[in-house]
Structure formats: C-alpha cells, structure tokens
C-alpha cells in the first residue's frame, strides 16, 4: 500500500524516527522544572506523541482493510464458484444414493442451508466493494492506458447537504434522516477535534474557565496543579475554588459575584438553577432554555411547566414584532398605519407559533445575522415561514 507516494515501510519508520526524537527531548527535560508544575514543552511533547500513536494506529487498520476489500473483491466470485460445485456435487451423491436404494445419513437439504447460512459472499454486492475502494483509495496494482480510463462511464454523484459538492454516491454517508454527508463534513479533523474538546469540558463536573474575561477559555483537569488552573490559550492562572484570578494564601469571598447576582435581580434577570449561568431575555416567550439544556421559566426561575407564569410578556412579544416587521424590504415605505397593521399580525402570529418545529423555510438574500450562531451571513439566510426566526444552514439542520 502507498499513502502520498510513500509506501507503508517507510511510513511506519519515519513515525519509529519521530518516537526516539520525542524519548530524547524528554530525557533532556526531566529535573528542569518544580515538582507538579505544568509546562508548555511537556503538554506539547504529550500531545505529540498521542498524534504519533494514532497516526501509527490509523495506517497499520487502513493497510489491513485495503488488504480484505482487495482479496474479497479478488477471490469472493472465485470462492463462491467452488462452492457451488461442491454443492452440485454433494446433491448429485445424495440423488444417486437415494435412486439405488441407500438414502444418505444426512438430507442434503440441510447440508445446503448449512452452507446457505455460511455464505458469506452473498452479502457483498457491488455497491459494498465500491465503498471499499472509496473508503479506503487505493487504486489498482497495474497501469491503464488513458483511452481506457476515458472509456469508464462516470460514476453516479450526489450532493453533501452540508458542503453542496458533489461526491460518488458510495462515498456519502447517509444520517437517520435521510441527509447524506461527504466524509470531509462529517468527520473532518478540525470537527473531530472540536467535538472531543467540547466533550473533554460537558464531561468534567465543576468545570474552570479562564478568568481573564476577553478569554475565558475552558480549562482542561490536564492544566490544574494545586488548585491553579493555567489557561491553555493565554497562560493566565485562575483560582479553581472562586474561579477568578490566582491568589496567594486561602481563597478569599467572592463579592464581586454576590455583585452580579444583586445586578440581576435588579434588572430581573434570571439564573439557571444547574449552571448558574445568568440569562437576559430580549424577545420571546418565557420558556428559556439554558446552554446546559435545562428548562427553566424566566419570570420565578422555576422548572418549565411547574408554574402558573404566563407564558410570554406584551412588551417583548411587541418588541419582537416591531423587530420583524422592520426588515422587511418595504419597511421605509411603507404608511404607519399599514405598519402597525402588520406589527398585530406579527404579534398574532408569534402567539400561535410560539412553538413552532420549524418546518416551511425561504431564502433570504444577505448579508444577515443568523439569530442562534449570531454568525453573518453574507450571501444569503434562511427564514422560517411560520415563527420568522433567521438562521443559517448549519443551525436550520442541526440546531432548529
């Protein structure tokens, strides 16, 4: 097998190479830092060396999978054929014995459905050996002439709904909802790392956050020594116990969060019950829910559905209105009169739509702000024709 032009030998020997550089950087760092302090070279080093154990992992499978798709495609028909002569002949015996008068210990019935069952060549069509290759890219052991490469018919694409691009349709993965992905989408190296990072931090219980406040970085359990955390991002040390700045001797109280709360209650805002995260609503109704997925009823704070509170306020539900009737493209033009005809059919429709699952959409032409990512979209956002609410095509499909 070849990855990039390099076969696996020397794969394998230039990660060997790179493990014995790694053993010796270590061995030349050990006793050059205090007892239980992290340091930036070691955090690298580790890393490194877990990227090396994988990439080493990730070849030696390809190598072994590439090897079985090529023997099954190979010897699959080869192995039926000689089975289905063998079958042939085990019936053609047991006919003749039945036909002299000496029926066989066994049915031959049986021994056929043993076989049947035992197939498993039958189950590889030529859609699941296509995956194969695609899967895994490699290419055949001989050269072909480019007239005979012209003459392959093209193979059938589909499109990624995420990426728009066209792909064979063996290389797309198909979801539960019938979306199909390209692999790049679905499993990109920057969206595996980004998940496993989001799952290293909704694992961790009581979890420290950089207390520099243009950062606040989560902080991994790697980067805590002593009840200090060290930002990975900006270095900054942030006490695990008050979760602001580092501070010699024993962690004095918090004031300035006994300040927020105090800030909320008198602006009346509310604060989730699980993660303590204060939340201000703007617009909708009061059924808030938090970033930590839990439901909560802006106006007590209480579990969503366990109170008598209304379920939304005149106020924010006019302000939402007015926020919709106000982007639309005769919104300059139009007499204030027809105006606020259509800020009370807005109002109205809020009212029915309030949970709304989101199932009619339209384009609308950008720049605009998608309204749960808040990230600008310069070309065009999509607008549920029900609830009115913007958002791009990456929340409409895995957010909304």
Not at 166 to 174: H, K, V
Not at 251 to 266: I, N, R, W
Not at 286 to 295: M, Q
Not at 374 to 399: G, H, K, S, T, V
Request: charged letters at 30%.
């Amino acid at each position: 097998m070849e990855c990039c032009g390099i076969d696996i030998e020397s794969l394998m020997l230039a990660i060997q190479l790179q493990r014995e550089d790694l053993e010796e950087c270590e061995h030349a760092k050990k006793g050059k830092h205090r007892e239980g302090e992290i340091i930036d070279s070691e955090v690298a080093l580790e890393a490194c060396r877990q990227e090396l154990e994988e990439m080493a992992t990730l070849i030696s499978d390809q190598a072994l999978c590439i090897s079985i798709a090529k023997a099954v495609e190979s010897d699959a028909l080869l192995i039926a054929e000689a089975k289905a002569t063998e079958e042939q002949a085990t019936g053609d015996r047991a006919l003749a014995l039945r036909l002299s008068g000496n029926p066989p210990a066994r049915p031959a019935t049986n021994t056929t459905k043993t076989n049947e069952k035992k197939r498993p060549a039958d189950h590889l069509d030529d859609a699941s050996i296509e995956r194969f290759k695609l899967m895994n890219r490699f290419e055949p052991d001989h050269a072909e002439s480019s007239s005979s490469a012209a003459s392959r018919a093209p193979p059938e694409t589909r499109e990624c709904i995420a990426c728009t691009d066209r792909f064979p349709a063996p290389a797309l993965l198909r979801s539960p909802c019938s979306h199909e992905y390209c692999r790049d989408c679905l499993f990109s190296p920057t969206f595996v790392g980004e998940f496993r990072a989001k799952k290293l931090e909704h694992d961790t219980p009581n979890r420290t956050y950089c207390s520099q406040s243009s950062c606040s970085t989560f902080v991994p359990p790697a980067f805590i020594a002593k009840d200090v955390a060290r930002c990975p991002k900006c270095s900054q040390r942030t006490c695990v116990h008050c979760k602001g700045p580092f501070h010699d001797g024993v962690c004095p109280s918090d004031t300035v969060s006994q300040q927020v709360l105090e800030m909320a209650t008198q602006n009346g805002w509310q604060q989730c019950k699980v993660c303590k995260r204060v939340v201000e609503l703007e617009q909708g109704c009061n059924h808030i829910t938090c970033k930590c997925k839990a439901e909560f009823c802006y106006v007590c704070g209480e579990r969503w559905k366990t109170c008598a509170c209304p379920h939304w306020q005149e106020e924010r539900l006019y302000n939402r209105a007015n926020a919709i009737v106000d982007r639309a493209n005769d919104a300059a033009v139009i007499n204030e009169a027809a105006r606020q005809r259509r800020v009370e059919q807005e109002r109205l429709n809020l009212i029915e739509n309030h949970e709304c699952t989101h199932e009619r959409w339209r384009g609308r032409p950008g720049p605009r702000e998608c309204e749960e990512c808040l990230d600008i979209m310069p070309l065009f956002i999509y607008e549920c024709r029900q609830c009115r609410i913007m958002a791009c095509r990456r929340c409409r499909y895995n957010r909304l």
